[in-house]
């Protein structure tokens, strides 16, 4: 990183972005600032950044030494708090550097990457790791020094996490005996410390899941090779094998069966504002399908002009600024401590769904130059596409939004009485 470099990160931190010692009536303002303001000056010092630090590396896969300079920006420590060496930013804050990101690089998978770290692996430790766990692994991941991944999935159990069947069988002595495969867990290929959910009683369903957190570099532990994947191929992610792998109570993350509500907390909080790098990107794409749409000329005159082209950048526009609106909002609630079950939802239904949507249409914008690899559009959409999965599928976070419109509840008319 330049000095000037080094400079602006640290004005970034300091000046710029507010600190929890900041009084309550500043704070109230950033929401509604960071609703309103398309130039926000934290966004932007991290799209600046990223423009600068996070694209053509030239590097295949998973760059070392581009998550070393995210750190030093204080991407990973956004939201890790300052006694454990981070920034102790706040969601909306975290939300607005993420934007940044998204909007500053095309490398879309290295910024999931960033996000996976920050919103799922660092929330699950955060709010549920014991002191001892927290002083181990938090001031390293901040830094960067350390990689985390988050481990639920399972080559048959995706959505249905109740029915996972990597066990932890408790033995007599204390300690668990974990054995099972776990699948697509992000940055497993580069991890040094794993959060794994297992059942101590597959009986329970949920309740019966224990989280764990371990080096990965513990006897019993296997991350198979990288599958490679429609797009973000910078974000590796692999099958991690556990074969007779022996966790002591040290390990277990919070209590024995709370591990589904661990995991559903961090994806709750995951699913709001993960989206936030997507959110960014889409302006990204706005903007080129703008210039393409100026630049390109069909009868005469620059396609722009015609209806069809100029009300597809319209949509993108809309959507963009919807998928903004619920994810400041989503951000707002949890900075208030309030539920954000519903808006997180909507916020990764609206971006995740509507990324995919504007992608096609920036294709259909840029003719053939849209389809060819050396375009600038083609990997967008298979990079967007990954969104319609991680973090829990578009239709279950439509189960979400339905049951808390308690729309399956049998009618009774209000009047009726
Ligand atoms: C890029 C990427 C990164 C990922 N990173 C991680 C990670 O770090 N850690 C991790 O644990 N996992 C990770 N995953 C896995 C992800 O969490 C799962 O893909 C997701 O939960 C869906 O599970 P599944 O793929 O098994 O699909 P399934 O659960 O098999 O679903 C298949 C289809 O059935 C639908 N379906 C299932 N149940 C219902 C229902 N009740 N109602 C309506 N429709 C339903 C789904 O919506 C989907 O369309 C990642 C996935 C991707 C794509």
Redesign the pocket.
């Known amino acids: 990183m330049t000095k000037e470099r080094s400079e602006m990160a640290a004005a970034v931190a300091d000046d710029v972005m507010l600190d929890p010692r900041h009084p309550p009536e500043v704070r109230e303002t950033l929401a509604l600032d960071a609703m309103l303001d398309l130039r926000h000056p934290i966004k932007m010092a991290a799209a600046e950044f990223a423009a600068e630090s996070l694209t053509d590396s030239g590097v295949e896969g998973f760059d070392a030494g581009r998550w070393a300079m995210a750190a030093e920006f204080g991407v990973q420590g956004s939201m890790i708090p300052a006694e454990y060496g981070g920034f102790g930013r706040t969601a909306v804050e975290a939300a607005l550097i993420f934007e940044g990101l998204g909007l500053g690089t095309a490398d879309n998978g290295f910024v999931?990457a960033l996000a996976?770290q920050t919103f799922?692996i660092q929330r699950a430790l955060i709010t549920a790791g014991s002191e001892r766990q927290k002083r181990r692994w938090l001031p390293s991941l901040a830094s960067g020094t350390a990689i985390g991944?988050?481990?639920?999935?399972e080559p048959d159990?995706?959505?249905?996490?109740g029915a996972i069947s990597t066990i932890a069988e408790p033995q007599a002595d204390g300690h668990y005996l974990i054995n099972g495969t776990?699948?697509?867990?992000?940055?497993?290929p580069v991890a040094d410390v794993i959060i794994v959910f297992a059942t101590t009683d597959p009986s329970k369903g949920h309740w019966g899941i224990a989280g764990f957190i371990l080096e990965s570099s513990r006897v019993g532990i296997e991350i198979g090779a990288t599958q490679r994947?429609m797009g973000?191929n910078s974000?590796p992610?692999a099958e991690v094998r556990f074969t007779d792998c022996v966790a002591g109570p040290d390990d277990l993350l919070g209590s024995l069966g709370a591990g589904g509500s661990i995991f559903s907390s961090a994806v709750e909080a995951e699913r709001a504002f993960l989206y936030a790098a997507q959110m960014g990107s889409m302006e990204r794409i706005l903007n080129l399908s703008i210039e393409r749409a100026r630049r390109r000329h069909a009868y005469g005159r620059p396609i722009g002009s015609f209806q069809a082209i100029s009300h597809k950048v319209a949509e993108m526009k809309l959507r963009h600024e919807s998928a903004r609106l619920l994810i400041y909002k989503a951000a707002e609630l949890y900075d208030r401590g309030e539920s954000m079950t519903m808006a997180g939802a909507l916020a990764k239904l609206q971006t995740s769904e509507m990324a995919v949507q504007s992608a096609l249409d920036s294709m259909r914008i840029h003719g053939a130059e849209g389809y060819t690899t050396a375009g600038p559009v083609e990997a967008e959409l298979r990079d967007a596409i990954?969104g319609l999965?991680?973090?829990?599928?578009?239709?279950?976070a439509?189960?979400l939004v339905a049951r808390l419109l308690h729309v399956d509840r049998p009618y009774r008319s209000i009047s009726s009485g």
């Open positions: 999931f996976s799922a991944c988050f481990a639920m999935s159990a995706g959505s249905d996490t776990k699948a697509w867990a992000t940055l497993s994947k973000m974000c992610f990954g999965a991680y973090s829990g599928t578009s239709e279950i439509r189960n």
